[in-house]
């Protein structure tokens, strides 16, 4: 990772850390996978890795009840508030491009809306990207088994669920975010089976 991007992190952990006890794990999970999307579906390096790194930061300035209530339409658009605040004036301070913040703080400010509990529509190619790539995070092992142990559904339930949100975020419009989701739900097919 770039060591514009290291520092933004650096600035990011403590909010993410306050947060739901996964933010922090999730953020840095996803951060290993981005590269490999953004090049593949020619996407911006420089919005997209930013907007991930603050994307769940807002939990880090909720209370412990909105933070526990995070399924709710209040809570999630209220970590999405306060995140894109937070992005605005870290990034501000440490002297990111303007025009770079505005794309930013926009998508860090609706990365959720695709979640059940909002459901509000995206339009654009990069909002579909960090609320895809937020989302795949949910196919990866340790999302997987969050989701599994907090809803007690079985494992082919959660995969249809997931392909369902999948749909729901438009990611098929992003080959290789989709591909690698479709790849890491096989894998959790292959673990379920062992």
């Given amino acids: 990772m770039k060591e514009v991007y290291n520092k933004m992190f650096k600035l990011a952990t403590p909010y993410l850390k306050k947060g739901r006890m ?20 020619g996407l911006d390096e420089t919005v997209i890795v930013p907007a991930l790194i603050f994307h769940d930061t807002g939990w880090g300035v909720l209370s412990s009840e909105s933070k526990n209530d995070y ?48 459901n509000k529509p995206l339009y ?10 937020d989302f795949l995070w949910r196919a990866t092992s ?35 975010l989709h591909s690698l989701f479709e790849k890491l739900l096989n894998d959790r097919l292959i673990e379920v089976k062992k």
């Fill in 142 to 176: 340790s999302g997987f088994n969050k989701d599994l142990n907090e809803s007690g559904r079985s494992a082919e339930d959660q995969i249809a669920i997931l392909r369902s949100g999948a749909s729901k975020r438009n990611m098929k419009s992003l080959l290789v």
């Fill in 124 to 133: 654009k190619k990069d909002e579909f990207a960090i609320a895809g790539i």
């Fill in 71 to 118: 399924h709710s339409a209040g809570s999630r658009e209220d970590h999405m508030e306060k995140g894109a605040e937070l992005a605005n004036k870290i990034l501000t301070d440490i002297g990111y491009p303007k025009e770079k913040i505005e794309q930013i703080t926009h998508l860090v400010s609706v990365h959720d809306y695709p979640s059940s509990s909002i």
């Fill in 22 to 41: 996964f933010d922090y794990q999730h953020t840095k999970e996803l951060l290993v996978l981005v590269d490999e999307i953004i090049k593949g579906d």
